[in-house]
């Protein structure tokens, strides 16, 4: 259980474009998702937190117009990167939380996904 | 000063070795702890979560927490190299809410 999968895993994108990228929870109902990006060699940064059905709630120095987040149902979340720039190129990575993880395993911690290689030209 | 203090590593160590991974916090509010692994290239998996100050083990990791000390610890028992990954530890004030991450240490196990 607890298996949360990212699309795409990889993408190229010349600069001025927008990227799509899809978070889901395939087993469990996430409550809560949160996305993060990852320079090489360094930790996690957060970037925001989404609830399905509200806004998301962005980290500070993180510009919400740039980075769009949509969590339209409990299994799914968006980060749409407008614009794309070269400064832009990274890992992103999701986790999802959610109450009654399928087959009792620890409720309530956050399950990452594969992430997704972003490299803007 | 950072939240988390994680030394980056690398530690390189032989097979079968015990490898004992560290972190330091300042925030005396965390309540919850957690240690993942990341390879490379990959999201990062959840291998130990602990809550409050103790002991956990689970087949060759055991977590410990000393909350009085603000240091929590990943041992790793008979290392192999497939253990080689980045390790993070990650904690937050109440479960559930974010995570602040450490900076991760880069473990070889060599055979």
């Known amino acids: 259980g607890a298996v949360v999968s990212q699309h795409p895993s990889r993408v190229i994108c010349k600069s001025g474009t927008s990227v799509k990228i899809e978070c889901r929870s395939l087993?469990?109902?996430?409550?809560?998702m949160f996305w993060y990006r990852q320079f090489p060699k360094q930790s996690l940064m957060l970037m925001a937190t989404?609830?399905?059905?509200?806004?998301?709630?962005?980290e500070q120095g993180v510009e919400k117009d740039k980075f769009l987040i949509n969590h339209a149902s409990l299994t799914l979340s968006t980060l749409t990167v407008t614009s794309a720039h070269p400064e832009d190129s990274s890992f992103y990575i999701c986790?999802?939380?959610?109450?009654?993880?399928?087959?009792?395993?620890?409720?309530?911690?956050?399950?990452f996904g594969p992430g997704t290689r972003l490299t803007v030209l | 000063q950072k939240e988390v203090e994680q030394d980056p590593g690398p530690l390189s160590v032989p097979e079968g070795a015990i490898v004992s991974l560290n972190c330091t916090y300042s925030?005396?509010?965390?309540?919850?702890f957690m240690w993942y692994r990341q390879y490379s290239r990959k999201g990062p998996e959840l291998l130990m979560y602990?809550?409050?100050?103790g002991n956990k083990e689970d087949g060759r990791f055991t977590a410990q927490v000393d909350k009085s000390s603000k240091y929590i610890s990943l041992f790793i028992r008979d290392s192999q190299p497939s253990d080689s990954a980045t390790y993070l530890c990650?904690?937050?004030?109440?479960?559930?809410?974010?995570?602040?991450f450490g900076a991760g240490t880069i473990l070889r196990v060599k055979s």
């Open positions: 087993d469990f109902q996430a409550t809560t």
């Open positions: 925030n005396s509010a965390f309540q919850y």
């Open positions: 986790s999802a939380r959610g109450g009654g993880v399928a087959g009792g395993a620890i409720s309530d911690t956050q399950y």
């Open positions: 989404s609830n399905e059905g509200s806004k998301a709630t962005y």
């Open positions: 602990t809550y409050s100050s």
């Open positions: 990650a904690m937050s004030r109440s479960e559930g809410n974010k995570l602040v």
